[in-house]
């Protein structure tokens, strides 16, 4: 499996960006896509994922402000971020899991500041 992501950048406080992750390779039906981030000298939190069956889940500090979907035809999870903060600066990285393995994709760098 392999993840490529994209739509990271420079941004405003307040404002938004998306990012978006297609997934390729031998994929499976039942999966949970999610996205992750990373400040350097922390540990990768997670940000958000979506289950296969559209379950989606969000860590408490971005519930209400980020989006996360999946177009299942193109293999592709998109990560809505909008009212984003400094705080919210960092790689995000995107995660696919299936049958008990975890796939990562190279991180895209957010950055949020005036």
């Known amino acids: 499996v392999q993840l490529q992501a994209s739509g990271g950048g420079l941004v405003q406080p307040g404002g938004s960006l998306r990012l978006s992750c297609a997934a390729s390779?031998?994929?499976?039906?039942?999966?949970?896509m999610g996205w992750y981030r990373q400040v350097p000298g922390k540990q990768r939190e997670l940000v958000g994922t979506?289950?296969?069956?559209?379950?989606?889940n969000y860590a408490e500090s971005v519930r209400g402000r980020f989006a996360i979907s999946r177009d299942r035809a193109k293999n592709t999870v998109y990560l809505q971020m909008n009212s984003l903060k400094p705080e919210d600066t960092a790689a995000y990285y995107c995660?696919?899991?299936?049958?008990?393995?975890?796939?990562w994709g190279l991180g895209t760098q957010v950055t949020v500041s005036s």
């Open positions: 979506i289950v296969s069956n559209g379950f989606v």
């Open positions: 390779g031998r994929l499976y039906g039942a999966n949970v």
């Open positions: 995660k696919y899991s299936a049958r008990g393995i975890d796939y």
